[in-house]
């Protein structure tokens, strides 16, 4: 599996952008970073994902390294609806690609 | 509409009895997981299924049994040789059809020992 590391937590105040990064140093050349977060007492839903370049969406947009082994998950605005934990992890393509793993995530803290 | 149904969203389980969670989807995906998370912390993947009657373990498989004898339906058992049960359990499903299909997660079992 490709391991992922993230911080633990991070803190935001309302209405200013956030950046949260995830380490990815084992990615393979065709794996997909995806991004997942997790309101409270709910389960996870996709955000956003990627291969090799910058992705845009309506939730957030994702910067992806020239190397690949690192990508940043860039909420523009946060608001106290992006409270959550913020998982980051690698899908890889081909015939090994259905075992799927998540690490501890980001806790991210919106203040108002 | 589609998606994912877990039951039931409580469940309690008395010492040595084998509980099982329900993971039923419409959305005619080829692939199914179940996630264990205990609070505070992520999700470890305890079993995943690629087609129907066939099955993987995870990472944390032991104290647990699947079937997946319906492409909707993949239940988890939690056995009584599982001896810290007290969880949250997530069932998810995918497609298969490119590498890079996202995950749908169901709302979830909350499982807790009397």
């Known amino acids: 599996d490709a391991k992922t590391t993230q911080p633990n937590s991070m803190e935001s105040n309302e209405e200013e952008p956030v950046h949260l990064p995830c380490n990815h140093s084992?990615?393979?050349?065709?794996?997909?970073i995806h991004w997942y977060r997790q309101l409270p007492s709910q389960g996870p839903e996709y955000v956003i994902h990627?291969?090799?370049s910058n992705v845009n969406n309506r939730m957030a947009s994702l910067a992806i390294a020239e190397d690949r082994k690192s990508s940043t998950l860039i909420l523009h605005r946060a608001t106290l609806r992006d409270a959550a934990v913020y998982y980051c992890i690698v899908q890889r393509s081909g015939g090994s690609n259905y075992k799927l793993t998540f690490g501890k995530g980001t806790l991210l803290t919106v203040n108002p | 509409d589609g998606g994912i149904t877990q039951s039931p969203k409580y469940l309690f389980r008395k010492e040595g009895q084998n509980v099982t969670l329900s993971c039923e989807q419409n959305?005619?995906?080829?692939?199914m997981y179940w996630y264990r998370q205990d609070p505070g912390q992520g999700l470890r993947l305890i079993y995943y299924?690629?087609?129907?009657?066939?099955?993987q373990k995870g990472d944390i498989a032991e104290g647990y049994s699947v079937s997946r004898e319906k492409k909707e339906s993949f239940p988890l058992t939690v056995t009584s040789a599982q001896k810290n049960p007290t969880a949250f359990y997530l069932c998810a499903s995918r497609s298969d059809r490119l590498p890079n299909e996202k995950l749908f997660f169901g709302s979830g079992t909350q499982l807790s020992v009397l």
């Open positions: 959305l005619n995906h080829d692939a």
């Open positions: 084992t990615i393979s050349g065709t794996d997909y």
């Open positions: 990627g291969l090799t």
């Open positions: 299924s690629q087609i129907v009657n066939d099955f």
